[in-house]
């Protein structure tokens, strides 16, 4: 397929970038070296420089190392975005091992199958979240746990509220255990694994999506790249609303900041309180889930939410990811400033299409590849997309430097989306004439009723156009005849 949509690029963006070969933690260890004094996160009004960060990370990963961890090893975390998430990150990748992220949000089975499947031996998560851990600990591959506090990087730490043995130790206790050296470690960047980040439950059972440190280097680097016109290295400041323990929070906001020297605002409350004081800062960049654009632009006072108290107006700029396929246009809220809008993956295996910064201005959910990609547009694509669009069907692009290295021990899915060197995402796509892609839905994401395939975006967008069924979503229930389709209902 004709690349037409680098004429729409961002006059900044390369079409193609050359990527260091470099592990994804070497992207602390650059930033420290010239920003070491530079505040890498405020949490509750406590601050934490980059100097202090890289010497968390190296006391954690080598007490890491001192309690069974290797390279290769799985480590899971279970944590809200937070001063802990960042070290434990880093401290996992600056061991050898990989980061297997679990939501908070998950139930001990969900629990359970995580940790199983990817052999976890080691957690580190909230002690808020301990009954389930606990409810789960003796079915599952772990040895050892680390518990933290939430408290345990505010102004006065508090206890943890674990009950301990010999193999449970407390986060906050190893890290003031253990000296700040860095382990030695040999990583092959395009090998080795990084993280394993399981999917969501919108295809089945979660799968655990491998991704090397090459990935997520390159992944960073793409998101940077596309922004470098509006952020400026060492005074940013993100406001990460959307959690690290997804893909998208783990690359575009934390690693994208780590590498940029950005200061990560942690909790960030939603949406900015006047109490935060960033003075010398020119803009803060802010993370949103689905929805979260909707939730501001009803907030009764936006104008409140201009300004952060330093002595003078900022600038805040927001990087909005949009809703998902099906969903209604984001609504930019009333902020001062530009606006850095979002992206999203095909499939979530880390390939990131964007939407460029000054092209004009296009409703619906619509993406411009990034840079070094080809889209293919073999399967049931038709040519007809209507009006001013080209259906491209199921899309595919090739093994670019972001996209996985396959299912974690599922070779046989991996075999099905990964063929010929080229990843099958299962996206139902179409592409104007300006090479924007439009998502409007997915492969698996059909109802089959009276012998008609029919297509849930569809369906949503009529609902859409209804006030009252501004947040449907249709659902498919079997019937007793297959002769009468099934009634799409309301949740």
Same mark, same amino acid.
């Given at each position: 397929?004709e690349?037409?949509?680098?004429d729409?690029y961002?006059y900044?963006?390369?079409?193609?970038?050359?990527?260091?070969?470099?592990?994804?933690? +070497?992207l602390?260890?650059l930033t420290?070296v010239k920003?070491?004094e530079h505040?890498?996160?405020?949490?509750?009004? &406590?601050?934490?420089?980059y $100097?202090?960060?890289?010497?968390?990370?190296?006391?954690?990963?080598?007490?890491?190392?001192?309690i069974?961890a290797?390279k290769?090893?799985?480590?899971?975390?279970?944590l809200?975005?937070s001063? %802990?998430?960042?070290?434990s990150y880093?401290?996992?990748?600056?061991?050898g091992?990989?980061?297997?992220?679990?939501? =908070?949000?998950?139930?001990?089975?969900?629990?359970?199958?995580?940790l199983t499947?990817s052999g976890?031996g080691?957690i580190?998560y909230?002690?808020l979240?301990?009954?389930?851990? &606990?409810e @789960?600990?003796?079915?599952t591959t772990?040895?050892r746990i680390?518990a933290?506090?939430?408290?345990?990087?505010?102004?006065?730490?508090g206890?943890?509220n674990v009950?301990?043995?010999?193999?449970?130790?407390f986060?906050r206790?190893?890290?003031?255990?253990?000296?700040?050296?860095v382990?030695?470690?040999? *990583?092959? =960047?395009a090998?080795?694994?990084?993280?394993?980040q399981?999917?969501g439950?919108?295809? $089945?059972?979660?799968k655990? @999506?491998?991704?090397?440190?090459?990935?997520?280097?390159?992944?960073?680097m +793409?998101?940077?790249?596309?922004?470098?016109?509006?952020?400026?290295?060492?005074?940013?400041?993100y406001?990460d609303i959307i =959690?690290f323990f997804?893909?998208?929070?783990?690359?575009?906001g934390m690693?994208n #900041?780590?590498?940029?020297a950005?200061?990560?605002?942690?909790p960030?409350?939603?949406? @900015?309180?006047?109490?935060?004081? #960033?003075?010398?800062?020119t803009?803060i960049?802010?993370?949103f889930l689905?929805?979260?654009?909707?939730?501001?632009?009803?907030?009764? &006072?936006?104008?409140?939410? +201009?300004?952060?108290? $330093?002595g %003078?107006?900022?600038a805040? +700029?927001?990087?909005?990811?949009?809703p998902a396929?099906?969903?209604?246009?984001? @609504?930019?809220?009333p902020f001062?400033?530009?606006?850095?809008?979002?992206?999203?993956?095909f499939?979530?295996? /880390?390939?990131?299409?964007? &939407?460029?910064h000054?092209g004009?201005e296009?409703?619906?959910?619509?993406?411009h590849?990034? =840079?070094g990609?080809?889209i293919?547009?073999?399967?049931?694509?038709?040519?007809q997309?209507g009006a001013?669009?080209?259906?491209?069907?199921?899309?595919?692009h090739?093994?670019?430097?972001q996209?996985m290295?396959?299912?974690?021990?599922k070779?046989e899915?991996?075999a099905?989306?990964?063929?010929?060197g080229?990843l099958y995402t299962?996206? *139902?796509?179409?592409?104007?004439?300006d090479g924007?892609?439009?998502?409007v839905?997915?492969?698996?994401?059909? *109802?089959?009723?009276? $012998?008609?395939?029919?297509?849930?975006h569809e369906?949503?967008e009529?609902?859409?156009?209804?006030?009252?069924g501004a947040?449907g979503?249709?659902?498919?229930?079997p019937?007793?005849s /297959?002769?009468r389709?099934?009634?799409?209902?309301?949740?």
């Amino acid at each position: 397929m004709e690349k037409i949509w680098l004429d729409n690029y961002d006059y900044y963006v390369p079409e193609t970038i050359r990527y260091p070969r470099i592990p994804l933690y +070497q992207l602390l260890e650059l930033t420290y070296v010239k920003y070491d004094e530079h505040t890498a996160t405020i949490f509750f009004d &406590q601050r934490m420089t980059y $100097g202090e960060l890289r010497d968390h990370v190296c006391r954690l990963a080598t007490a890491l190392k001192g309690i069974g961890a290797k390279k290769g090893g799985r480590v899971a975390l279970m944590l809200p975005n937070s001063p %802990q998430f960042v070290i434990s990150y880093y401290g996992v990748l600056e061991a050898g091992a990989v980061v297997t992220n679990i939501s =908070p949000l998950h139930v001990e089975r969900e629990i359970e199958y995580e940790l199983t499947g990817s052999g976890s031996g080691i957690i580190i998560y909230l002690d808020l979240f301990d009954s389930r851990i &606990q409810e @789960v600990r003796e079915a599952t591959t772990l040895k050892r746990i680390i518990a933290t506090s939430i408290t345990d990087y505010m102004e006065t730490p508090g206890d943890v509220n674990v009950e301990k043995d010999t193999d449970t130790y407390f986060l906050r206790e190893i890290i003031a255990g253990f000296s700040p050296e860095v382990p030695d470690v040999d *990583i092959d =960047p395009a090998e080795d694994l990084a993280t394993l980040q399981y999917t969501g439950r919108t295809k $089945g059972l979660p799968k655990g @999506v491998m991704l090397t440190h090459r990935n997520l280097v390159a992944n960073t680097m +793409q998101c940077s790249m596309w922004a470098r016109e509006f952020t400026e290295r060492g005074r940013d400041i993100y406001l990460d609303i959307i =959690p690290f323990f997804y893909s998208y929070g783990e690359t575009v906001g934390m690693n994208n #900041a780590i590498l940029n020297a950005a200061t990560l605002l942690l909790p960030p409350p939603p949406p @900015v309180r006047d109490k935060h004081d #960033a003075p010398g800062y020119t803009e803060i960049s802010a993370q949103f889930l689905p929805g979260g654009t909707h939730t501001l632009r009803g907030h009764p &006072q936006p104008s409140r939410h +201009q300004k952060v108290r $330093g002595g %003078q107006d900022k600038a805040l +700029q927001l990087r909005l990811r949009p809703p998902a396929p099906g969903g209604p246009s984001p @609504v930019h809220p009333p902020f001062r400033g530009p606006v850095l809008r979002g992206l999203w993956s095909f499939g979530g295996l /880390a390939g990131h299409p964007l &939407q460029p910064h000054s092209g004009h201005e296009k409703a619906g959910l619509h993406r411009h590849p990034l =840079p070094g990609h080809r889209i293919d547009d073999r399967g049931r694509g038709d040519g007809q997309g209507g009006a001013g669009h080209r259906r491209v069907g199921r899309t595919r692009h090739p093994r670019a430097p972001q996209v996985m290295k396959g299912y974690w021990e599922k070779p046989e899915e991996t075999a099905s989306t990964l063929r010929d060197g080229w990843l099958y995402t299962g996206d *139902i796509c179409t592409m104007d004439f300006d090479g924007y892609f439009y998502v409007v839905d997915r492969k698996k994401d059909m *109802i089959i009723a009276g $012998g008609f395939n029919i297509y849930p975006h569809e369906i949503d967008e009529v609902l859409f156009e209804h006030p009252p069924g501004a947040g449907g979503r249709p659902w498919a229930f079997p019937t007793s005849s /297959a002769a009468r389709p099934s009634r799409p209902t309301w949740s």
